[in-house]
């Protein structure tokens, strides 16, 4: 391998840039030729790629956001849009590519792969959805937000009202809820993975207050339903009329925590290296600690299992 390629693709999250940055530096650092491809798989279509050198990846590992920005394409779903790329990489003769993104830019990655690029996923999404991984890029930011948020929402719940409910991203997945609502002392999470009776969060509520709570919030995954949908549903159950937050793109802006700087730090280095050592269509991940592959295929055709260690540490917590 003597020329690679990075680019970031579908969701943006915090620590992309920080993993942009770690990819260019190693690579530079191992004597290889880096191109940075703006826009993700559209960009690679359109044949806009740039090289990239020590200071273009100067002062971003403290900025959210992508500089090499990112889209959804939707020409490269196609066997044609994918031949495309290939074609784009061979003709500059870039041997190695790695793709930063969630499970669908994986899938991306894996059939440039099957087209014989060397290819190299990394996890950068704020959901917390990708398998054989236990922490994805974005993450730990994401939930830091959220966590933040909700210590607000307390402050005016404690003097006005007596109930809140706030609504956070995760796609199908139910991490970001799970994790803020641990860490926010949250009474009840609401996510995809654990089916729920919304009468019985209702009835708990009452009981709940008549215990002497002085504030319940309940955090709702986006997957598991919309915060305007739960509130109706309890405020028809038992009279408590909740306040509803959807905290939205503020979850995925603003920059990224130390963790995530340091595993976009490891995992961008860890992915030039191991493409230069000759391994190709590889999602890279950390488990308990360590610098993982796993076949990209394998990787896009499982499902992360849920903690329902945590969940159930979270209902024991909240009474
Ligand atoms: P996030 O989950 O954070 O939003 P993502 O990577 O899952 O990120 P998607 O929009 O699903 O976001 O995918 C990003 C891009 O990857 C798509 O716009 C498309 O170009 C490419 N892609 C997705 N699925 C496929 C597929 N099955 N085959 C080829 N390319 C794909």
């Known amino acids: 391998v003597k020329s690679i390629a990075v680019l970031t693709s579908g969701g943006d999250s915090q620590g992309m840039n920080a993993a942009v940055r770690a990819v260019v530096r190693s690579a530079l650092f191992h004597g290889l030729d ?3 491809v703006q826009r993700g798989y559209q960009g690679l279509i359109n044949d806009d790629l740039r090289q990239m050198d020590l200071r273009s990846v100067g002062d971003i590992i403290q900025r959210g956001g992508t500089i090499l920005q990112t889209a959804r394409c939707k020409e490269f779903m196609t ?5 495309r790329g290939a074609e784009v990489l061979r003709s500059r003769g870039i041997d190695g590519l790695v793709v930063i993104g969630g499970d669908g830019s994986y899938q991306g990655a894996n059939k440039l792969s099957k087209l014989g690029i060397k290819t190299m996923g990394l996890p950068g999404t704020i959901d917390n959805d990708i ?44 991490d970001i809820a799970l994790h803020a609502g641990l860490a926010s002392g949250a009474e009840t999470i609401l996510v995809p993975e654990v089916p729920f009776e919304l009468s019985e969060v209702a009835e ?18 986006e997957g598991a339903g919309k915060g305007e949908e739960v509130a109706r549903q309890i405020t028809a159950d038992c009279g408590i009329e909740p306040r509803v937050t959807v905290l939205g793109h503020i979850q995925r802006g603003g920059t990224p925590t130390a963790i995530d700087r340091i595993l976009a ?43 329902m260690n945590m969940y159930e540490l979270a209902i024991r917590l909240s009474q």
Do not use: W
């Open 34 to 36: 880096v191109y940075g």
């Open 79 to 83: 066997a044609e849009g994918q031949q």
């Open 131 to 174: 398998p054989f991984t236990d922490i994805t890029i974005g993450f730990d930011t994401a939930v830091s937000i959220v966590v933040d948020a909700i210590n607000k929402i307390r402050d005016t719940m404690s003097s006005h009202e007596r109930s809140s409910i706030v609504e956070v991203m995760g796609r199908h997945c139910g």
């Open 204 to 221: 708990r509520m009452k009981t709940n207050f008549a215990k002497g709570k002085r504030h319940s919030i309940i955090v709702v995954a």
């Open 265 to 307: 730090s490891r995992l961008g280095d860890f992915a030039v290296r191991q493409l230069m050592a000759g391994d190709s269509g590889k999602a890279c991940g950390v488990v308990r600690g360590e610098l993982t592959t796993t076949d990209i295929d394998t990787v896009v055709n499982s499902k992360k299992p849920f903690d």
